[in-house]
Structures are given as structure tokens and as C-alpha cells.
Nanobody
Framework: QVRIAESGGDLVQPGGSLRLSCAAS????????VAWYRQTPGKQRELVAS??????TYQDSVKGRFTMSRDDAKNMVYLEMNSLNSEDTAVYYC????????????WGQGTLVTVSE
């Protein structure tokens, strides 16, 4: 059974940093594109960063502040977040999607990031 689990969410002050982790099990990670999304109450889930065969891309609002990385050997994905501000407050979700069979798409349960004094 495929399991996706995020961790690392916390309360952090403006200007601070956090590192989110995403662990995937029961899949061959190399065959999957991976992405981080976030969602706040009343808003649609938005794409923050994605890692595909074409490289890594970021939402404009996080460029230069967030860095996404992946370790396929460990089935892990990370999101390093710096210079956090209140607008980064959200539940962050990890998404994995099989490149050849996109119907095989999985989500984690999310991890809460709160940026506040």
C-alpha cells in the first residue's frame, strides 16, 4: 500500500526557516514526479514547487526563498523554506504522480506551517 507522509511543519516567526520532509513508501520513487502544494482555509490548493524530469520549478511567490530537493534512493522529498512570512502559513501537502501512468497519483495528509509572532 502506497503511503505518503509529510513532516516538519511547525510554528515559526516571520523571517524564520523550516524544512519539510515527505517520505514515500511502496513505490519506486524514480518513476514519479513530486510536488509540494499548500492550502489555506477557503482557498484552493496551490502548487508551490514541483520536481519532474524537466527539472524543478517554483511558484513566483517562493522563488529565491524555497528550495525543493529529492533523494530517490531514500524515497524522500524536502522543501527548505527560508524568509518565511505570514502568507506562507498553510497546510503543506506532498504529491507524487507516476510519469508514465498519471492515474497513479498520491497525496499525503499534510503538515501545518504557521508563520506568526
Amino acid at each position: 500500500q502506497v503511503r505518503i507522509a509529510e513532516s516538519g511543519g511547525d510554528l515559526v516567526q516571520p523571517g524564520g526557516s523550516l524544512r519539510l520532509s515527505c517520505a514515500a513508501s511502496a513505490i519506486i520513487f524514480t518513476f514519479y514526479d513530486v510536488a509540494w502544494y499548500r492550502q489555506t482555509p477557503g482557498k484552493q490548493r496551490e502548487l508551490v514547487a514541483s520536481s519532474t524530469s524537466g527539472g524543478t520549478t517554483y511558484q513566483d511567490s517562493v522563488k529565491g526563498r524555497f528550495t525543493m530537493s529529492r533523494d530517490d534512493a531514500k524515497n524522500m522529498v524536502y522543501l527548505e523554506m527560508n524568509s518565511l512570512n505570514s502568507e506562507d502559513t498553510a497546510v503543506y501537502y506532498c504529491n507524487v504522480k507516476n510519469r508514465a501512468r498519471p492515474q497513479y497519483e498520491y497525496w499525503g495528509q499534510g503538515t501545518l506551517v504557521t508563520v506568526s509572532e
